[in-house]
């Protein structure tokens, strides 16, 4: 083992997918780096993969394993896919955990529904201001995104200095939080960069990306325009379009009304830290019946079409007493994220049934993102001009478009898949190791690894169906079967139903077994599984998942 210092760079999660971010940076003797940990975000499970599983987050076991040489974990902004899991995740990490102030609202708010202590959380100041972390000194930066006070981070080690760009867009005019400063980063850039890592989310986009100070009009004039009651959703923590829909609102001569808790939570978070002070007036949610549908705003949670959400449920009928009616205006001034299709395209069909006026944003005219389009990310390499890039935050396809981007500029540059480590300490980035990594599921309240068999059983349960069987069983002789199968058809309604043939096939079966296969259970389980598996495959073309309870009575 060499003792000649090295900079390292791992992605534990968020490398090649959207979600889970989740990236480790070492500085130290090869084997003996000292750390620190970039965000612990989460993603969203889905019912055909991961059913009954609440959250998905990276697996941190390669830095759980080297805890001691942890030095700190950095919250670059407080989107659920950089900040979900710290709560959950702190007590295998154990280190302190840094932040900006509007972060550190919700990063305390997580730690605490946890159990964790709050006060682990320290608040850190925007760069120049920095923590020191073992031969690491951390900067926060201000950067511009579709949240108050998102930061990238500026890594400064005895090898180089790092930018770690964290989610960001070049907005000089973001409505709320800071803007894009485009000196600071020329400035970073005269100094010397040695490594920019990337958010790449938007590579394919060719044309620069728009302010959100462009969406006042068009919603305004939208506003005005609608008939009928209007309901727009966006991102709970978008607070700058919040307060862009409710100011149009307001301006129409609409009374306003937020609904859905974490909407109301991201308003509290803003104005408590000073990041919010000029929301417009809103009206709480038992008089808004006293006003004319005409008159009147929602502002709703669920534009990625969860069902829980205020949105989900206004497609389904109802929310807290209120029902659309045909003529209203539904106004989603979001982006329907990868993999998210289906869930949204569920409520519009629902708001169309109803004869409600939907109004997404397939032309662009009532969203803005809050990432940097490929003009951008150009502009962010010009004027940082590190020495080698390594992109971040996208699928595969962004990554490696990105990198090609860079060394079509001259930049040196390498994808990094989850697991894969780089040495970037010379000139260009290096492979250095490869690592096992994996994902963590919260699946209730507890936390369990992907390959825990119960995920696999569930699946296996809803495509198969499952029959639970009970036996009565007296030393060696059988005295009774019950059987209920859950989720399989039913069979034709002039023969016996499924578990009366299911029942007669499992006792057949194990009389015409010898007295030592009832004696034993093993063996009772794998006739009884053979003999349902059987009946249920030629009456419904099933092979269900089988529960076998053996009973067995002493003889008096």
């Given amino acids: 083992m060499t003792s000649k210092n090295k900079l390292v760079f791992l992605p534990l999660g968020g490398a090649g997918e959207i979600g889970m971010n989740m990236y480790l940076y070492g500085y130290g003797p090869a084997g003996k780096e000292r750390f620190i ?78 159990g964790q202590d709050p006060n682990l959380v320290e608040v850190v100041g925007p ?71 990337c958010d790449s989310t938007n590579v394919f986009s060719t044309q620069p990306g728009r302010s959100e100070a462009t969406l006042p009009e068009p919603l305004g004039k ?10 727009a959703t966006t991102f709970a923590s978008n607070i700058a379009r919040l307060r862009t829909l409710a100011q149009a609102g307001v301006d129409a001569g609409r009374s306003v009304c937020v609904l859905g808790r974490s909407m109301q939570r991201m308003l509290g978070y803003a104005q408590s830290t000073g990041v919010l002070d000029n929301f417009p007036p809103t009206i709480p949610l038992e008089d808004i019946q006293d006003v004319p549908r005409d008159h009147l705003m929602l502002l709703v949670t669920g534009s990625q079409g969860e069902r829980r959400a205020a949105s989900g449920q206004l497609a389904n009928g109802k929310y807290l007493g209120i029902t659309l009616k045909e003529d209203d205006t539904f106004l989603f001034s979001s982006k329907t994220i990868p993999g998210n299709e289906k869930s949204v395209g ?33 502009r962010i390499h010009d004027l940082l001009k590190p020495n080698m890039l390594i992109p971040m935050h996208g699928e595969f396809r962004h990554l490696r478009e990105h990198a090609d981007l860079a060394e079509s500029k001259g930049i040196n540059a390498a994808v990094a898949a989850n697991g894969t480590m780089l040495d970037i300490t010379g000139k260009a980035p290096a492979t250095y190791d490869h690592i096992e990594t994996g994902r963590v599921y919260l699946d209730g309240t507890r936390l369990i690894g992907a390959m825990h068999g119960v995920v696999l059983e569930r699946i296996r349960m809803a495509t198969r169906g499952m029959v639970s069987v009970s036996l009565v069983i007296e ?14 058809p039913e069979t034709n309604p002039i023969e016996d139903d499924l578990a009366e043939q299911i029942e007669a096939m499992v006792e057949q079966a194990l009389m015409a077994a010898n007295a030592k296969s009832l004696g034993d259970d093993n063996k009772v389980e794998e006739l009884t599984e053979r003999a349902v598996r059987k009946v249920c495959k030629d009456e419904t073309g099933k092979k269900p998942v089988v529960k076998v309870l053996i009973n067995r009575l002493e003889a008096a």
């Fill in 346 to 378: 569920r409520i519009i069909n629902s708001f169309a049934m109803q004869g409600v006026n939907v109004i997404d944003d397939s032309a662009g005219i009532y969203h803005v993102s809050g990432h940097a389009n490929r003009p951008d990310l150009e």
């Fill in 222 to 231: 939208m506003i005005k325009g609608a008939s009928g009651m209007v309901v």
């Fill in 475 to 488: 030393e060696k002789e059988l005295l009774g079967v019950w059987a209920e199968p859950t989720g399989l």
């Fill in 37 to 114: 940990l970039v965000d612990v975000g989460v993603t969203f499970p889905d019912m055909d993969g991961t059913p009954g599983v609440d959250l998905i987050m990276a697996d941190p076991a390669y830095i759980e394993q080297r805890a001691d040489r942890l030095d700190g974990i950095f919250i670059t902004h407080a989107h659920e896919d950089h900040i979900g899991a710290i709560g959950l995740l702190y007590p295998r990490l154990k280190a302190p955990i840094y932040c900006r102030k509007f972060t550190g609202a919700v990063a305390r708010a997580k730690m605490e529904e946890r």
């Fill in 127 to 197: 760069y120049p201001e920095q923590v020191t972390c073992g031969e690491m000194k951390i900067g926060f930066l201000p950067v511009s995104h579709s949240i108050p006070e998102a930061s990238g981070l500026v890594i400064d080690t005895p090898a180089g200095r790092i930018v770690h760009t964290g989610d960001l867009k070049l907005d000089e005019s973001p409505m709320v939080g800071e803007p894009f400063n485009a000196a600071l980063f020329a400035e970073l850039g005269k100094q010397g960069v040695h490594a920019l890592v």
